[in-house]
Nanobody, 115 residues
Framework: VQLVESGGDLVPPGGSLTLSCEAS????????MGWLRQAPGKGLEWVGS??????VYRNYLRDRILISRDNAKNTLHLQMSRLKPEDTAMYYC???????????RGRGTQVTVSS
């Protein structure tokens, strides 16, 4: 199982960003996939996940994010809009294997929201 995130960047407050995660070694469409993030000095936080074609989101993020996947490319996406400085974090994609903390994830991609 290999997961490689990309798309992280420095963006101004109010901006938008799309993160991607390429999976290999397994068929993503058969798994529940999720996005996690870890802000500096804080613990790992579940952002949202998708099972089949049904996404679920952390409540306070649900109006600003969209999770989707391209099964043909075995790729997961996280679209984020109206970004805030508190969205600054390392973002990881993960394949759910029971609990998100111990689920295999990639090395992450850094998102920094700052003017």
């Amino acid at each position: 199982v290999q997961l490689v995130e990309s798309g992280g960047d420095l963006v101004p407050p109010g901006g938008s960003l799309t993160l991607s995660c390429e999976a290999s070694g397994f068929t993503m469409s058969y798994s529940t996939m999720g996005w996690l993030r870890q802000a500096p000095g804080k613990g790992l936080e579940w952002v949202g996940s998708i099972t089949g074609d049904t996404p679920v989101y952390r409540n306070y993020l649900r109006d600003r994010i969209l999770i989707s996947r391209d099964n043909a490319k075995n790729t997961l996406h996280l679209q984020m809009s109206r970004l805030k400085p508190e969205d600054t974090a390392m973002y990881y994609c993960a394949r759910h294997t029971g609990d998100w903390v111990s689920s295999p994830r990639g090395r992450g991609t850094q998102v920094t929201v700052s003017s």
